[in-house]
């Protein structure tokens, strides 16, 4: 039996060597590209959609930096709020009366058109939105004073119909926040750019920001309110009806702050359960990527003396090490190296997560149960209870 468990070891262990690489040759090869020039391009006339929930940390500085664009002129920024009664509310009216509401409007009380709150907020800031180019935006980014310029220049140029970005904490001050940005940086990054060399292409989005016209957002079907990973399949809806998706080369600031090590969980068990749901068996392809532990799981089978495969193991450590390494180097995130103490409790906790996500169909959203079905369609676990107690009464 053990001699099994090694041999699944070794295999595993050879596989995650591929995935290191992978990742290492497809960073090196994204980011070290010179992007191309849009300094003379001329962007005007854009609508920023931003959906509310609450108050993240740093939330006005980010929103203050959605205020201070440059070289995009006009454009507004159209806030979206469900619930009456949310905290954001009066920061919000503060910096529409600093900026007034030919810069900033903001629409309060949007009852929910479908269980999925943030795109049914986007549905009604899309119907309000003054211009054809539209840009989705997450709360809780901060941005550069280019960054509308900056993701629009490319859809003004032809060179792709979507453009949407990658986001870590680049300098983390809190353990949730530095487990969250490991994860990004050194393992999501990478693994979606792997994603965009294979299939020639990116075929999917990042909800923190996604750019592109109102017909572009037409021609891939529009909004769905009732699915989870709504980015991940507009960015696949837009690939398929023969649009491009483009990465953006800079990596936009998201911190999540001091939060806690359980909100860590359960949003990433969020995500992995809604990438299992879109992506069907690809997602048991990640079982490859956790080298580091085989090799520790490996360690603890063999005797010392099995120097052979102690290299093997001593070996998969530099390598994930290294790879983590030139991710933070390369994506603009050294201060993330002084975390990497924390990079193999990191590796255990993705491994967790991947293992339990591949079970279930249920996961917890601003404080609402949802289930899953099919390829990401999504209910409301509470409401769907109670109308079967009410057909049964």
């Known amino acids: 039996m053990f001699i099994v468990v090694q041999t699944v070891c070794l ?8 995935f290191y690489l992978a990742c290492i040759y497809c960073t090196l090869d994204f980011f070290n590209r010179k992007p191309v020039d849009d300094r003379d391009v001329v962007v005007d006339r854009v609508s920023l959609l931003i959906p509310i929930c609450g108050m993240d940390s740093g939330a006005w500085e980010n929103w203050l930096s959605f205020c201070h664009q440059i070289d995009c002129e006009p454009y507004e920024i159209l806030f979206g709020i469900a619930d009456p009664n949310d905290p954001a509310i009066p920061t919000l009216q503060r910096l529409q009366t600093m900026y007034g509401d030919r810069l900033v409007r903001l629409f309060i009380d949007l009852p929910p058109r479908g269980v999925n709150y943030k795109d049914s907020t986007l549905s009604y800031l ?17 941005v550069s004073p280019t960054y509308l310029h900056d993701v629009v220049a490319p859809l003004v140029e032809g060179r792709a119909e979507l453009i949407t970005c990658a986001f870590i904490a680049h300098d983390p001050q809190h353990l949730g926040s530095a487990l969250a940005s490991l994860a990004r940086c050194c393992d999501f990054i990478p693994s979606a750019l ?28 529009g909004l769905h309110l009732d699915r989870i990973g709504s980015d991940y399949n507009l960015g696949k809806r837009v690939a398929k009806s023969g649009g491009r998706v483009g990465l953006f080369h800079q990596v936009l600031e998201s911190d999540t702050g001091a939060e806690k090590l359980s909100d860590l969980y359960q949003r990433e068990l969020r995500w992995s359960r809604t990438i299992r749901f879109n992506k069907g068996i690809v997602y048991y ?32 450590l530099l390598i994930r090490h290294v790879q983590a390494f030139i991710a933070c180097q390369t994506i603009g995130a050294p201060q ?27 996961v917890v959203w601003r404080k609402r149960t949802l289930k899953i079905v099919g ?19």
């Open 336 to 362: 993330l190296i002084r975390w990497f103490p924390l990079l193999l409790l990191r590796d255990a906790l993705s491994f967790w997560i991947w293992l339990v996500g591949c079970l279930g169909s249920t």
């Open 375 to 393: 390829d990401g369609i999504v209910y409301n676990v509470a409401a769907s209870s109670s109308s079967k107690a009410a057909t049964q009464k």
């Open 194 to 221: 792997i994603a965009r060399k294979l299939d020639g292409g990116l075929r999917f989005a990042i909800g923190m920001t996604m750019a592109m016209s109102q017909q572009t957002l037409a021609n891939a079907g």
């Open 285 to 316: 392809t990640m079982l490859f990527c956790y080298g580091s532990l085989y090799g520790i799981l490996l360690l603890c089978l063999i005797k010392i003396s099995d120097y052979t495969t102690v290299i093997i193991v001593m070996a998969t």
């Open 11 to 18: 295999i595993l262990i050879l596989g995650s060597w591929a």
């Open 126 to 142: 899309l119907e309000q939105a003054h211009y054809d180019w539209i840009v989705f935006a997450d709360s809780d980014i901060r």
